[in-house]
């Protein structure tokens, strides 16, 4: 059962219930305060796997990464007074991350994940970790993580040691709309740094918690990209006078694919009009059928929509898990030792998402080259420039953004390389096959940024283009869409930089649900 926030209080309670992907992009974006659980028997379900370390301790058990050195080194032992120390020392030699820092979201969505990985009630913390944690996503406290550095096996142990060090009041954060160290903006929240208990750093840092946050937020936007493809399409069907009848619902009965079906659906229902569809399409043999940018286009969006149900799937699993090392199980009262750091389902789950984002990127694309190009577009200007013909040779229009959306298209198509299989040997073979999962989360994100840029490439092209075809007061449902776009960009009358058109639609797309609108409605 999913714990559903309490509405009226906007909060995300934390007591070892599963947390859908949803709750956990809405926690990140500030949308919703953390609260962990206050009850007797939550605290006795997280105690009870710190008490199973406890008694290791007490019997002189070794216990990996407490009184143990880490990975290679773990056949060194140690005295408890040491043990603790070099918990610290964990956090100190990890702090070397390179790249521009992962954004907020992502890293408060990583440290939302680490707090569900407790709640499961097998990583032998202390309530005051949780409640720690909770206090710096409240207080809008944000470490900052570089980006690179992650071979997602032991987990994500570099970037995660920015957050280990944040808690501690080391390092940088991000408060109050600037960085600034850590101790300078717990100090003003008037929070006091953690002290971490046995084990506790090495919870922190080992685990899948920064892919999955990243993994969770590209979901999100993959989401709104493919309701966007398929508004771009609707445009791009009105603006060259295409055919309706490409998305008749028995077609979709014939292959039941069910994204398949829905983009189909969505589409016709963007060109639903009372008027007859002769209408609106153009006449002679030659158009009987569509480009397959266009005919296929719930084929594409399809591809990603069905996609997306098993990557959200994973990535929910994935959130709701106990995935550091060692575990405790309180049941038994053994220390276990395992692989659940091993980020494997989320590099296979982006590689995936990032190859069906970039295949709509690259329908997108080829939409624009129909709209702009007066061979193919059926009576439309060329480059959508609609001037006197003396004025167009000092006219361009859309020219140069075609090329841009050529050049996004391209990049995405390029980043689809499987991040996976660069699985390789490091720290002295004993991480010797690790899952690329950050790598390959961060590249998911990447082709999202790319796929929404040649969108609203698209978009505004498309939106151009329907405005001189005219008849656009016909297909309400696309006239919605278009006010939308109109909302962020002007029609483009004359030469002029259309930059930050694209940022603005872009980000807009990204961060609403400007394009998800019901048809009901």
Not at 138 to 143: G, S, Y
Not at 327 to 339: A, C, H, I, K, T
Request: proline share 5%; net charge negative.
């Amino acid at each position: 059962m999913e714990n559903t926030p309490n509405n009226e209080n906007h909060k995300l309670v934390i007591n070892g219930s599963q947390i859908s992907v949803q709750q956990i992009v809405a926690a990140a974006r500030g949308q919703v305060q953390i609260e962990i659980d206050k009850s007797r028997q939550f605290a006795d379900h997280i105690n009870a796997s710190r008490n199973v370390l406890i008694r290791a301790l007490e019997q002189n058990r070794p216990v990996y990464g407490v009184t143990t050195g880490f990975g290679k080194c773990c056949g060194k032992r140690m005295i408890s007074e040491v043990a603790e120390k070099n918990g610290l020392n964990l956090i100190r030699f990890h702090g070397c991350g390179t790249g521009k820092p992962f954004g907020e979201a992502e890293t408060r969505a990583a440290m939302i994940c680490r707090l569900i990985c407790f709640s499961r009630g097998y990583s032998g913390v202390s309530l005051d970790l949780m409640e720690k944690i909770a206090e710096l996503l409240n207080a809008r406290i944000t470490p900052v993580v570089p980006s690179e550095g992650s071979v997602g096996a032991s987990g994500d142990l570099t970037p995660m040691s920015y957050v280990a060090a944040a808690l501690a009041g080391m390092r940088q954060v991000f408060y109050q709309g600037r960085q600034m160290p850590a101790a300078e903006a717990l100090d003003h929240a008037g929070i006091t740094p953690h002290r971490f208990l046995p084990k506790e750093p090495l919870a922190i840092m080992n685990g899948t918690a920064m892919m999955t946050a990243i993994a969770a937020m590209a979901v999100d936007r993959a989401k709104k990209l493919a309701d966007a493809a398929a508004c771009a399409t609707a445009l791009c069907i009105h603006a060259i006078a295409g055919n309706i009848h490409h998305y008749d619902p028995v077609i979709s009965r014939a292959k039941p694919h069910p994204g398949q079906g829905a983009a189909a659906d969505r589409i016709a229902g963007l060109l639903a009009s009372e008027a007859p569809p002769e209408t609106f399409s153009a006449s002679g043999p030659e158009t009987l059928q569509d480009p397959y940018s266009v005919r296929c286009a719930p084929q594409v969006i399809g591809v990603l929509t069905d996609a997306l149900r098993w990557v959200e799937d994973w990535i929910h699993t994935e959130a709701n898990s106990a995935n550091d090392n060692p575990l405790f199980d309180p049941e038994s009262g053994n220390v276990l030792l395992g692989g659940n750091f091993y980020g494997g389902h989320v590099a296979f789950a982006m590689d995936g998402l990032k190859s069906a984002l970039a295949s709509v990127a690259d329908m997108a694309d080829r939409q624009v080259a129909l709209m702009v190009d007066a061979n193919v577009n059926r009576g439309l200007p060329a480059d959508l420039v609609e001037v006197e013909e003396s004025e167009q040779p000092f006219h361009h229009g859309f020219k140069a953004m075609s090329i841009t959306a050529s050049a996004l298209a391209a990049e995405a198509l390029k980043e689809t390389m499987p991040a996976a299989a660069f699985s390789r040997s490091t720290e002295s073979h004993n991480q010797d096959k690790v899952s690329m999962g950050t790598i390959a989360a961060r590249d998911a994100c990447r082709v999202c940024l790319l796929a929404e840029k040649t969108l609203a490439v698209c978009l505004l092209a498309g939106v151009q283009a329907c405005e001189i075809r005219g008849r656009m007061d016909q297909r309400p449902h696309l006239s919605r869409v278009a006010a939308e776009i109109r909302k962020v960009a002007e029609p483009t009358t004359a030469d002029r930089p259309m930059d930050s058109d694209i940022t603005n639609l872009a980000s807009k797309m990204a961060d609403s649900e400007m394009f998800s609108f019901s048809m009901m409605d």
